[in-house]
């Protein structure tokens, strides 16, 4: 093998050859063998800098040892080939003295005390050299940076001492001269002073500046100022001078009174004693003596069409606030007034406080029974039917409490029952439902007392009586809850009534068969009509038959689908039986009335079906 090309290491370091041998035979066969080559390497690569000029900075009086920068060159050989060292060359002035560089890594710091006023810049060559001999050049540019050394001076040219209240924001206070002996930005200065007082410096001419008022004073809020001048130059890092004065300021009276707080809230409890003292307000004068004499007023205002000074009064010199008379919470929630402080100046100075005073619910009203109504004159039962099944709702005995809070938290109890273990009363919600089931062994007449108790301390409770009939029908109870009337008079228009009510039920009976046997009669024949006509007959089934079946006291609804032929004018006939709930009511007044309401229950037919061709 010959060699017809250089090589270069740096670009295919490895060469992977496949020597093939053919015979001269047919088939023509052949063997195969990889060569790899592995290219050495010689130093034909000198070392690169990776910039040509290389800027940084120092700041003057920098400690030994301080980082400056790094310069770094890279060889494309390899081994000892693309090792490379670092040094200075050609350096100007005094920086072989100042700084140093490392062979290996070309870090160069300081070895020597930097001083500004003395050399700005720096120029340092620097050579990177491998080991075959092959270097690169390169420059260094290190800028020196003045620090902040010099810190500045203030002279206070003028100032006045005292000044009144009353002067108008923009009076001149003082004036001044600041200088640095710094240069450029470390001999740049500004001026301040503290934020939250009420001045400000403003620049009259070179290094003179002007200390001004920025606000109205306020003797009362401050009798006088110390105030501090702070000049500070725009080095790195910052020096900065102070400059103390001391203002005070004279007093005029421009002062109204000032409440603690903005708005005043206070609680009292309904039923209060009259004249009772509530709480007291307060306001502050800065003035001095009868500029600082303050008196309290109630504004005029109404409350429910009456006068305020008739619920509430104020002591003028103390601000202790009365009740006039007792207050009621569920006549009003709350009292919302105005009142005025106003001090003894010439003229009077005032200020105006809200003040809202709550008033604070007692358990001062029972509950009250809105469900089952109690009257005097008739005995209202709720049917219960003896089909009941445990947790079955009997009635719900509703009450409320006017009063607000807990005061008004209901709580239901069952005080008594005929049979404590057919009934219960939910303790939140005073429902009354079963905890059994019904059976035939039950008293169709029941009795219960509930009571009824709010949260209140001390708790005040209500009581209720509910009639409950365990019975399937009405005759049935009607023969028990006689013992409800001692009147005469009143059975017998009760049985009138029973029996005409008897008589009309059974009339809507008899009607309706009756019409119910005309229509399946006129349907048979309009439907054997159909049969003999010579129209043709389509087949048609139905797309779903529903039969949803209710349980207990629900509803019990069938639906069902019927065909007819092309000339029908109805697809289906639905019916539909609706649920029945009863509630007897019966009154031994004279007017004997007894009400009942129930569903009849219907009468389904089943229709003959179409003929299917």
């Known amino acids: 093998m010959i060699l017809q090309k250089a090589l270069d290491r740096e670009l295919n370091p490895h060469v992977s050859l496949k020597l093939i041998a053919l015979d001269g035979g047919t088939p023509q066969r052949s063997g195969t063998l990889n060569i790899e080559i592995t290219v050495l390497d010689v130093n034909d690569n000198p070392p690169v800098f990776n910039q040509s000029v290389y800027k940084a900075t120092v700041a003057e009086n920098e400690p030994i040892g301080t980082y400056i920068t790094t310069v770094n060159a890279s060889d494309a050989d390899s081994g000892s080939n693309g090792l490379v060292t670092y040094s200075f060359s050609n350096v100007k002035g005094q920086s072989a003295e100042k700084f140093e560089i490392d062979s290996l890594s070309g870090k160069i710091s300081v070895v020597d005390n930097i001083d500004y006023e003395k050399e700005k810049k720096f120029e340092i060559r620097v050579i990177a050299k491998d080991q075959g001999g092959l270097t690169d050049a390169t420059k260094v540019v290190v800028e020196v940076m003045d620090i902040n050394d010099n810190a500045p001076v203030i002279n206070i040219m003028s100032f006045s001492s005292m000044i009144s209240e009353d002067v108008s924001p923009g009076t001149t206070i003082a004036v001044f001269n600041v200088k640095d002996a710094d240069s450029e930005r470390n001999g740049q200065i500004t001026c301040s002073i503290d934020a939250n007082l009420p001045f400000k410096i403003q620049s009259s001419l070179t290094d003179y500046y002007n200390l001004l008022s920025d606000v109205v004073f306020d003797r009362e809020i401050k009798p006088e100022y110390n105030l501090t001048i702070i000049a500070k130059d725009s080095g790195s890092p910052s020096l900065s001078t102070k400059a103390a004065l001391q203002l005070r300021i004279s007093d005029v009276n421009d002062n109204a009174p000032v409440f603690s707080i903005p708005s005043y809230s206070a609680y009292i409890v309904e039923n209060n004693t009259p004249g009772i003292s509530i709480f007291s307000i307060s306001a502050k004068d800065s003035d001095w003596n009868q500029n600082a004499r303050i008196s309290y007023f109630i504004e005029d205002a109404e409350i429910i069409g009456n006068p305020i000074s008739s619920y509430i009064s104020i002591n003028s010199e103390s601000g202790v606030i009365h009740a006039v008379r007792t207050l009621d919470y569920e006549q009003m929630k709350q009292l919302v007034f105005t009142v005025r402080a106003q001090d003894g100046g010439s003229p009077p100075l005032s200020s105006n406080v809200t003040v809202k005073i709550l008033i604070q619910d007692q358990n001062d009203n029972p509950p009250q029974v809105l469900y089952p109504v109690?009257?005097?004159?008739?005995?209202?039962?709720?049917?219960?039917?003896?089909?009941?099944?445990?947790?079955?709702?009997?009635?719900?005995?509703?009450?409320?409490?006017?009063?607000?809070?807990?005061?008004?938290?209901?709580?239901?109890?069952?005080?008594?029952?005929t049979d404590r273990a057919l009934f219960e009363v939910g303790l939140q919600n005073g429902e009354i439902r079963t905890i059994r089931q019904v059976t035939d062994k039950d008293a169709v007449k029941q009795r219960l007392t509930v009571i009824v108790e709010d949260n209140g301390q001390p708790s005040r409770s209500a009581t209720v009586i509910v009639n409950v009939a365990v019975a399937d029908s009405f005759p049935e109870v009607l023969s028990e809850f006689t013992d409800f009337t001692h009147d005469k008079e009143y059975n017998d228009n009760l049985t009138f009534y029973l029996?005409?009510?008897?008589?009309?039920?059974?009339?809507?009976?008899?009607?309706?068969?009756?019409?119910?046997?005309?229509?399946?009669?006129?349907?048979?024949?309009?439907?054997?009509?159909?049969?003999?006509?010579?129209?043709?007959?389509?087949?048609?089934?139905?797309?779903?038959?529903?039969?949803?079946?209710g349980t207990g006291t629900l509803p019990h609804v069938y639906n069902y689908e019927v065909c007819r032929t092309t000339d029908s004018r109805k697809s289906d006939c639905k019916f539909g039986r609706a649920g029945s709930q009863n509630v007897l009511i019966m009154d031994p007044s004279s007017t004997g009335t007894m009400q009942r309401i129930q569903n009849e229950k219907s009468i389904l037919d089943e229709l003959e079906s179409p003929l299917e061709m």
Request: glycine fraction near 4%.
């Open 374 to 417: 109690q009257t005097g004159g008739s005995v209202v039962a709720e049917m219960v039917p003896r089909s009941a099944d445990v947790g079955y709702l009997v009635t719900k005995v509703v009450a409320v409490d006017v009063d607000s809070g807990q005061n008004a938290w209901l709580s239901y109890k069952l005080q008594k029952s």
């Open 499 to 549: 029996v005409l009510a008897l008589a009309v039920v059974s009339f809507l009976f008899i009607t309706c068969l009756v019409v119910i046997i005309s229509v399946k009669i006129y349907r048979w024949r309009q439907s054997r009509i159909l049969y003999h006509s010579n129209l043709p007959v389509i087949p048609y089934y139905p797309p779903r038959y529903s039969d949803t079946m």
